[in-house]
């Protein structure tokens, strides 16, 4: 039982930061591989907010929250909006310049002490039984909480709002979705916004579960196999890659060798890619054989 | 393909400085940056405070110390250009490395070629520092990781009562390998049942799935000796399963402000640094430098590097003008640090010994009833043969 | 460029060194080549001793970013392994050394071995794959190259990384920086020459069409499975002497040197260079070789708040980031870009456009 829990808790870790790719990626064909560093910036942000507004735990990561969305729209605006139309290493490379520029900026500012938030914030991370002789932390059940929120909210977005199919339309055909008046820097700009808001809140709640530090980015790229094995651009294959790859990942420490963690994700990743390569939910297209 | 000498005479334009300086020059690569910097700034930062501090009080034999600090992000290609750079351009005396054990290859092989001594601080030992010590090499860092296995298992069958069931932690990196392999070899040794060994990878989101498999093998008390992270994340994931063992883990930089932090009976840690609850007079001077020195990081972070100033203030005291790198070496095989109170003793180093010749180990835990840090065990000499 | 591509088709398709002096159709190239060829004879007996370690960097590296330029700049296949070939190459001379006492003619043809192996594992997916999904593939394998490294590090407990003494041919030793730099100096010159030579040949158009388009290039007549699995194999042979060569210069070889960010620095290098141009390879070589030691230059002599002097590392990597950015944004054709334009900006004046692009 134990096992389950554990399984569900990192595959809402994963689920919630590969999000953030499968958005970008949906919406604009472009990789970003600056995601860790977006995610950890977004926990410097509830660090900040939370010295500021110490003993209001609430306002604090409201307003994170809120800063995460705004640092997205930024990245776009400033940066990503000049690599529209550009060649896929382009666009990939200027996200890693992004992330590159990141990592030195958050030491510059915060230095590279580990900080830890929860104190500030005044959260105890707790354990709690579950049936079956099993526990599970606060902080795993906030993560399980979070993560079926921001899926089910981003489904009903996608599916009902405007905006959401807006997007949608955007990321099926861009040409087409610009003739029909749809302003795709606006959209383009509203799915940065959204996967830095999902990978910030990921990374503040990793910084609340642990600490605040250089590795969260490590985790960020961790993610990036779930993604993919569920197909890039595909949401629900997101959360069914996480939940392959934190079961693969979970069983192999457990019965096999905790060494084969690091290289299971990839492992995983090869034998998907061999076989179908555009995910098991994604879409089949642009790979037509040669 | 012009540019190229272009570019060359534009590095011409910034590399002409510090020939036949006036001053005792050292050089330094550190780990500043990447995900490993959190342990060697707040070594490198305290020592760069002392260094100037130093200065103010007019150097040494009236000459200053110029400190040349370069980033090598624990990559061991950057360590060997800075260490090629301090010994061929800045024509350092003494070498500092302050990073991860992956750049001391390339670090020695530089070194051993100009016949600098290379002096590590804040990092780990090599097992070249220790007797029978490399000529050239020398470390003041704190822990010696087999050293410390032996004296852990040593406090805890001084404390176990009953039987230990003995888990073991580390994270997957060779140091922390070897150090936990010795201590599994100590353990049976003294007759503990090793139930578990776990080796966790660097790095994880989530730490719980390791602490499974750790406490379903049912350990009366863990030892894990790694960086603090995967110490103390583990420790915590197995509290938050519900187990209710006893935790013995190493002392890192941060170790006082944690156990602060956890407040948890359970959790013991070993070192060989006083803490600054002791409120020591040396402590009061490493506030003051530091707070001079705009030292970002909290002051309990801060006497490994400070340590290092004074070992390095010792080794030039002892160095006559002008100095020079067999002279440097010369002091070093007979240095004698007065650590006033920092350790057990002072830090003695031999012609075969560049370890220390007695490393002296503390244990604490938090106490719950008396809400504070507890000292549980004081200065337990081990020999260093 | 395009008058001596013109010139250059003509008779002149060898691939023998006679042919690349060929290269140099005018005079003035010939006089720029030999004044060239001076310089970079003359720059290590006037270089101090860490500007001639910078240029053994430079010279190094410039042999990877050429290779990888081939791969990607010009057959347009996007790799992300190209810190695992460089691993692949130093540890089979790391391990062959430390394990046979393998001496470097033996070591080297055998890196470029593996690395022909490696090259057309890693080009299989090619076949298969585009772009992004190419890309990760590649990136899966590095982390497999990276594995085993580590692996092996472990198993032989070399905790701090496999020590190489430098390599002895015959009774000479090669030690010196300076016996480096003309060593290196030659497999950079021998890596351009292979690059241009290829690049002017069949191979070479049949890769720049592949770039452009795969179907047109399959209408051409081309075999595209075959050019691509070339292209990745002539550029890991290359990378993987490079990594051969880091090993004996560096006298070591350990996982942790090639991290995912050496393959960013060479997309870099290529990106900042300017795409499909080997003598943009070269310039972003020298660019992203140079740049922090440049930064640190700066930072040291501007007045700058001491707080940035303090953590000069996390401005390098902010700079860098920056730098890139800035790159990719304004002036997407990097510095052969600013060079050509600059070039153009001197022939056309007082004129800012060619009247007509009839030569191309």
């Known amino acids: 039982m134990q096992l389950a829990v554990n399984v569900l808790v990192l595959a809402a870790i994963y689920a919630l930061i590969s999000c953030g790719y499968v958005l970008i990626y949906r919406v604009s064909r472009v990789l970003s591989l600056a995601h860790g560093e977006l995610m950890m910036l977004g926990a410097y942000g509830l660090y900040m907010t939370a010295s500021l507004f110490s003993g209001e735990p609430v306002i604090a990561v409201l307003v994170s929250v809120a800063l995460a969305f705004t640092i997205g729209l930024a990245v776009y605006a400033a940066l990503m909006r000049h690599m529209t139309g550009e060649a896929v290493l382009t666009a990939v490379l200027a996200t890693i310049a992004l992330g590159i520029f990141v990592r030195g900026f958050v030491v510059l500012v915060w230095t590279a002490q580990e900080q830890h938030p929860a104190r500030l914030l005044g959260i105890e991370n707790t354990s709690f039984p579950v049936p079956g002789d099993a526990r599970i932390s606060l902080v795993g059940i906030l993560l399980l909480a979070v993560t079926a929120a921001v899926y089910l909210g981003l489904y009903v977005f996608l599916r009902y709002t405007a905006w959401g199919i807006r997007m949608r339309a955007t990321g099926q055909n861009p040409l087409l979705a610009a003739q029909r008046g749809i302003r795709l820097h606006g959209v383009y700009a509203l799915a940065w916004g959204l996967a830095t808001l999902t990978g910030g809140l990921a990374g503040m709640l990793i910084s609340i579960d642990t600490a605040l530090e250089q590795t969260l980015v490590l985790i960020g790229l961790k993610a990036f196999p779930a993604a993919l094995v569920g197909g890039l651009d595909s949401l629900a294959g997101a959360l069914l890659g996480s939940l392959i790859i934190a079961t693969a990942e979970v069983l192999l420490i457990y019965y096999v060798n905790p060494l084969l963690a690091d290289a299971v994700p990839f492992l995983v990743l090869t034998a998907m890619l061999m076989v179908r390569p555009w995910g098991l939910l994604g879409t089949r297209e642009e790979l037509d054989r040669v | 393909m012009k540019r190229l000498f272009a570019a060359a005479m534009l590095a011409g334009a910034f590399a002409g400085t510090a020939l036949g300086e006036d001053a005792y020059v050292i050089g330094v690569t550190a780990g500043m940056t990447g995900p490993a910097s959190g342990n060697f700034v707040p070594v490198i930062e305290p020592l760069r405070a002392y260094v100037e501090h130093l200065n103010t009080r007019g150097g040494i034999h009236g000459k200053p110390v110029r400190l040349i600090v370069l980033d090598d992000s624990a990559e061991p290609s950057k360590a060997a250009a800075n260490v090629k750079r301090l010994i061929n351009q800045d024509k350092v005396i003494l070498l500092i490395n302050s990073s991860l054990s992956s750049t001391y290859a390339p670090s020695v092989a530089e070194a051993k070629r100009a016949k600098v001594p290379l002096y590590y601080v804040g990092a780990v030992c090599p097992k070249e520092t220790f007797p029978p010590a490399d000529p050239l090499q020398f470390c003041s860092t704190a822990f010696g990781v087999t050293y410390d296995s032996q004296a852990a298992i040593g406090f805890i069958k001084s404390h176990a009562q009953g039987p230990v069931k003995l888990g073991l932690a580390a994270m997957a990196i060779p140091v922390a390998r070897m150090g936990i392999d010795f201590a599994e070899k100590v353990a049976s040794a003294q007759g503990f049942k090793v139930v578990d060994k776990e080796i966790t990878p660097p790095p994880t989101p989530d730490y719980t799935p390791f602490a499974t498999r750790l406490k379903d093998a049912d350990p009366n008390w863990v030892f894990s000796w790694s960086p603090w992270v995967s110490q103390v994340r583990t420790f915590e994931a197995l509290r938050r399963l519900g187990w209710g063992g006893r935790y013995l883990t190493w002392a890192h930089l941060n170790a006082e402000e944690e156990l602060a932090r956890i407040k948890d009976d359970g959790f013991y840690v070993i070192g060989s640094n006083a803490f600054f609850q002791d409120d020591l007079p040396i402590h009061a001077e490493i506030r003051a430098v530091a707070h001079r020195g705009n030292v970002n990081y909290p002051t309990t972070y801060l006497t490994e590097g400070f340590i290092g100033g004074l070992v390095l203030e010792q080794i030039l005291k002892n160095t006559p003008w002008p100095p020079s790198p067999a002279k440097v070496l010369a002091a070093m095989n007979r240095v004698q640090v007065d650590l006033k109170g920092l350790r057990g003793g002072p830090l003695a180093w031999t012609k075969d010994n560049h370890f220390r010749t007695t490393q002296y180990y503390r244990v604490w835990h938090w106490d719950e009833k008396q809400g504070r840090i507890v000292r549980v065990e004081d200065w337990i000499p081990i020999q260093v043969k | ?360």
């Not at chain 3, 997916?125 to 990276?146: C, D, E, K, N, Q």
């Not at chain 3, 922090?292 to 996390?314: G, H, K, M, N, R």
């Open chain 3, 1 to 360: 460029m395009s008058r001596h591509r013109s010139a250059a088709l003509g008779d002149r398709l060898r691939t023998s060194y006679q042919a690349e002096l060929a290269l140099l159709d005018r005079r003035s190239r010939r006089v720029a080549f030999a004044a060239l060829a001076a310089a970079l004879a003359a720059f290590p007996f006037l270089a101090s001793a860490f500007q001639l370690d910078l240029a053994n960097q430079v010279l190094l590296a410039s042999i990877g970013a050429v290779a990888f330029m081939l791969l990607t700049g010009y057959a347009g296949q996007v790799s992300l392994g190209h810190a695992g070939l460089l691993a692949a190459g130093a540890f089979t001379t790391g391990i062959l050394y430390k394990e046979l006492d393998a001496p470097i003619w033996a070591t080297l043809p055998a890196s470029a071995l593996v690395g022909a192996a490696l090259g057309l594992v890693f080009g299989l997916p090619s076949l298969r794959l585009r772009g992004l999904y190419l890309a990760v593939s590649t990136l899966a394998l590095h982390f497999i190259v990276i594995y085993a490294g580590m692996e092996y590090e472990a198993r032989r407990s070399y905790s701090t990384g496999v020590v190489i003494d430098p390599p002895a041919i015959g009774g000479w030793t090669l030690a010196s920086p300076l016996a480096w730099y003309f060593v290196l100096l030659g497999f950079a010159a021998a890596a351009v020459l292979v690059a241009l030579n290829l690049l002017r040949s069949r191979t070479g158009r049949a890769w720049r069409a592949i770039r452009g388009r795969e179907a047109v290039a399959e209408a051409l007549g081309i075999h595209v499975p075959a050019a691509k699995l070339l292209a990745f194999l002539v550029s890991s042979v290359m990378t993987a002497v490079a990594g051969c060569l880091f090993a004996y210069y560096r006298g070591f070889v350990s996982s942790e040197a090639f991290t995912l960010y050496v393959t960013i620095q060479y997309a870099a290098m290529i990106i900042i260079g300017g795409m499909g141009s080997i003598l943009g390879a070269v310039l972003g070589t020298i660019f992203v070789t140079l740049f922090p030691y440049f930064i640190e230059y700066l930072v040291a002599t501007l007045p700058v708040p001491q707080s940035w002097v303090d953590s000069i590392y996390a401005v390098n990597y902010a700079a860098f980031g920056l730098v890139m950015i800035l790159f990719l944004v304004l002036e997407p054709q990097g510095l052969v870009g600013l060079w050509r334009r600059a070039k153009q900006y001197f022939l056309l004046w007082p004129f800012k456009q060619r009247p007509l692009r009839a030569s191309q």
